[in-house]
């Protein structure tokens, strides 16, 4: 299994509901990553799980709260979220934390949030 | 304040031109340069640059590398319209754990 997986593909929420995203990898990779893409801009770090432990949290509001069950899970749980919120929620993984390792992208979650 | 600069940041070309597409870089701790293409959902890895002058290829696509002018090019040639894609550069700040930088992207379009 050499993907990254993503659920669900599309999400659409209220502002009081609370939902998560889920992601998963199957090629042992040790490093886990949570980026937010909008329209026509590049992808902007969110968190980064190395070893199952939160390395980085780009100032991320708490709304959103990662969670690493195991090495092969990734999970982003939202609540509260605001329309501005709405983007293309994009996990990847790589073989270590830190340097010369690639990411791999998963296909994303489209977040509407009304 | 690290940054990666992409130009052009759109192109529209013909089937069966060249394409050199540019990615600038200051970024303090330079680990890694690496190249993306997204078409319409996650983007593809498609290189990852360490050292300078040293060109990686892979079918039609090529990268360089040049660390001392702080810049890497993305060459392909003999373009196709399913190359029609963005084109990410991104850059790995080595004292920052994994964090990849990343440019604005180059918006390609190959007409037929």
């Known amino acids: 299994d050499t993907e990254v997986t993503q659920t669900p593909k599309h999400l659409v929420m209220g502002m009081t509901n609370k939902k998560s995203l889920k992601c998963e990898q199957h090629m042992g990779h040790r490093a886990m990553y949570w980026y937010k893409q909008k329209a026509k801009k590049p992808p902007e770090l969110m968190f980064v799980y190395s070893y199952e432990k939160l390395s980085i949290n780009e100032s991320v509001p708490s709304r959103f709260s990662p969670e690493c069950p195991n090495s092969s899970l990734l999970n982003l749980h939202l609540h509260a979220l605001q329309p501005e919120d709405s983007a293309l929620y994009l996990c990847?993984?790589?073989?270590?934390?830190?340097?010369?390792?690639?990411?791999?992208f998963g296909p994303g979650t489209r977040l509407t949030v009304l | 304040e690290d940054k990666v600069v992409q130009s052009p940041l759109s192109l529209v070309v013909h089937e069966g031109d060249t394409v050199t597409l540019n990615c600038s870089y200051e970024?303090?701790?330079?680990?890694?340069l690496l190249w993306y293409k997204q078409e319409k959902k996650a983007p593809t890895f498609l290189f990852m640059l360490?050292?300078?002058?040293i060109e990686k290829k892979s079918g039609r696509l090529s990268s360089i590398l040049d660390k001392k002018e702080l810049f890497s090019i993305l060459n392909i040639t003999a373009t196709q319209t399913g190359d029609s894609a963005i084109y990410l550069c991104?850059?790995?700040?080595?004292?920052?754990?994994?964090?990849?930088?990343f440019g604005q992207g180059t918006e390609l379009s190959v007409k037929p």
């Open positions: 360490t050292s300078s002058g």
């Open positions: 990847a993984s790589s073989p270590f934390g830190g340097a010369f390792n690639e990411q791999f």
């Open positions: 991104a850059v790995e700040d080595y004292n920052q754990g994994g964090k990849l930088i």
């Open positions: 970024v303090t701790n330079f680990r890694s």
